[in-house]
C-alpha cells in the first residue's frame, strides 16, 4: 500500500492515480491511498506532491499517541542500523508546531544513540518539509535517508516512508530551458500535461505496426510541451498544429529534448487544421490542450463571452467530429478546453461539454471523484481549462 499527498487540486490528482493504478481511494481531502506494491515513480505522476510507502496505520489522530508508536516502531527497527541515518519528518493535518515535531524526533535520536546508532534530524522550518528539502536531502532515494509522512485521517494516522517528492527544479529547468517558448498560445505547464497523459491511462501499442512504443497524438500541439512530456513518459509522438511556426517550435524543442535527456523515442509533426487534417494511424490516445480562445486578465462583458465561446466552440466541435471518424472505439481521448470564470466564481462552459456522444465519443467514469467537471485553473485566471475524459464510442 502507497499514500500520495496531493496536488494544488486534490481532485484532478486521485483522478490521475485512479487512471494509473486503478485501485485508489480517498485517505484525507490532502492524501490518496494506491493499492499497490509495486515500485512507483514519482516523476511520472504530475498531481503527486509526494509518495510514501505505508508502514504503520495508527488507530488514532492524536499527536501524542502517534508519536509514540512512531518512536516504539524505530528505535526497534533501527537499532541493528548500519551507518549514520538522516531523518525528515513531515506532518500532515495536525495541530502542531514544529518545535513539537522535532521533540518526537529528538526521542528518538536519543534513543538510538544509547544503543550505537547516530541519526541526523533534518531541521523542520514548517510540520512538513517543503519538496525542495525533501529533495535537497535526497530523502527517500537511499535506505539511511528517510522521511516519515506523517498524515492524520478521519479516524486514524497513516505513517508511510517516503518514496520521493516532485522534482520541482527539474520540471522548471525543463519548461524554461527548451529553445523555443511562445506567452502568445499560452504554455502548458508540465506537470499538467503530464497528468493529462496520464488519464488517458497506461496505453498498449498496436502489434501490427512495428513502431516501439504505443503513439500519442496532439493536433493542438503548440510549442510542443505536452508532445515533450510524452517522449519522457517512454511514449511515441505525433503533433499537428494550423501554425507552420509552431511546428517549427516543436520540432526545435523535441531535437533539443531528444539530445539533453538521450531519448529514442519517435516523433513526426506536420501542419494541418484539426477540423479537417487526416492524421496517420497509429494513434493509441489523443492528448491534447486545444485552442483556448483570446486570454483575458479581466472577466470579458457577456457579448464579448458570447463570441468567443461560440468560436471556441465551433473549433473544438469540428475537431471532434472530425477526429471520431479517424479513431478506433475505446480510444481514449483527454482534451483541455476552455471555461470562464466570473468574479464570483461561476464557470461558463462550452456548450458542446454536454452533448460530447454527439460528437461520436462517451465519457470515462471514475469512482474516485466526478469525472465530468474537472477543471484546472488558478485564482487569479479567467480562463481555466476543463479536462474532458473522453473515449470513442
Ligand atoms: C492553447 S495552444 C496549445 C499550446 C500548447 N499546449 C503548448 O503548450 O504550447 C493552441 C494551439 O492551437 C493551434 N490552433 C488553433 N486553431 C487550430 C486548428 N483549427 N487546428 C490546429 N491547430 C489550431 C494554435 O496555433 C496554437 O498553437
Redesign the pocket.
Known amino acids: 500500500m502507497h499514500i500520495a499527498l496531493l496536488g494544488r487540486q486534490p481532485e484532478l490528482s486521485i483522478a490521475e492515480l485512479e487512471r494509473v493504478f486503478t485501485k485508489v481511494s480517498w485517505f484525507s481531502p490532502q492524501t490518496a491511498l494506491i493499492d499497490t506494491d509495486e515500485a512507483i515513480d514519482i516523476q511520472k505522476l504530475g498531481g503527486s506532491q509526494k509518495i510514501g510507502r505505508v508502514i504503520l496505520e495508527v488507530d488514532s489522530t492524536e499527536w501524542r499517541h502517534v508519536s509514540g508508536a512512531l518512536v516504539k516502531h524505530y528505535a526497534k527497527i533501527w537499532s541493528v542500523a548500519a551507518g549514520k541515518i538522516t531523518l525528515g519528518l513531515s506532518a500532515y493535518d495536525f495541530k502542531l508546531s514544529p518545535r513539537e515535531l522535532q521533540k518526537s524526533g529528538l526521542i528518538l535520536k536519543s534513543k538510538l544513540k544509547s544503543g550505537g546508532v547516530s541519526l541526523r534530524l533534518v531541521p523542520n522550518q514548517e510540520v512538513a518539509l517543503s519538496t525542495a528539502t525533501s529533495h535537497h536531502n535526497k530523502l527517500g532515494l537511499s535506505d539511511n535517508k528517510v522521511e516519515l509522512l506523517i498524515i492524520r485521517g478521519k479516524n486514524s494516522t497513516i505513517i508511510a516512508e517516503s518514496i520521493g517528492a516532485q522534482n520541482i527544479t527539474a520540471l522548471a529547468a525543463r519548461d524554461q530551458g527548451r529553445p523555443r517558448r511562445?506567452a502568445f498560445?499560452?504554455?502548458?505547464p508540465p506537470k499538467l500535461a503530464q497528468i493529462m497523459i496520464n488519464l488517458a491511462g497506461p496505453l498498449a501499442a498496436d502489434p501490427t505496426q512495428d513502431l516501439a512504443q504505443p503513439r500519442v497524438l496532439d493536433?493542438?500541439?503548440?510549442?510542443?510541451?505536452?508532445l515533450q512530456e510524452a517522449m519522457l513518459m517512454g511514449y511515441d509522438v505525433y503533433g499537428?498544429?494550423?501554425?507552420e511556426k509552431?511546428i517549427r517550435y516543436s520540432r526545435e524543442n523535441l531535437n533539443w529534448l531528444q539530445d539533453k535527456y538521450q531519448l529514442t523515442g519517435h516523433w513526426y509533426l506536420h501542419e494541418?487544421?484539426?477540423?479537417d487534417t487526416k492524421w496517420q494511424q497509429p494513434i493509441a490516445a489523443v492528448v491534447?490542450?486545444?485552442?483556448?480562445g483570446q486570454p483575458f486578465s479581466a472577466p470579458p462583458s457577456s457579448a464579448k463571452l458570447t463570441e468567443v465561446r461560440g468560436n471556441c466552440n465551433h473549433?473544438i466541435g469540428g475537431?471532434l467530429k472530425n477526429l471520431s471518424k479517424q479513431l478506433k472505439p475505446g480510444t481514449p481521448v483527454v482534451l483541455a478546453v476552455p471555461a470562464w470564470k466570473d468574479k464570483s466564481d461561476n464557470f461558463t462552459h462550452l456548450p458542446l461539454t454536454t452533448k460530447i456522444e454527439d460528437y461520436g465519443f462517451k465519457r470515462m467514469t471514475l469512482t474516485t471523484v466526478d469525472a465530468d467537471r474537472l477543471m484546472y485553473f488558478r485564482p487569479d485566471q479567467v480562463v481555466a481549462r476543463e479536462l474532458l475524459l473522453l473515449t470513442v464510442k
Open positions: 511562445d498560445v499560452g504554455m502548458l493536433p493542438f500541439c503548440g510549442t510542443g510541451v505536452l499537428t498544429d494550423l501554425s509552431m494541418g487544421d484539426a477540423t491534447t490542450e486545444t485552442y483556448l473549433i475537431f
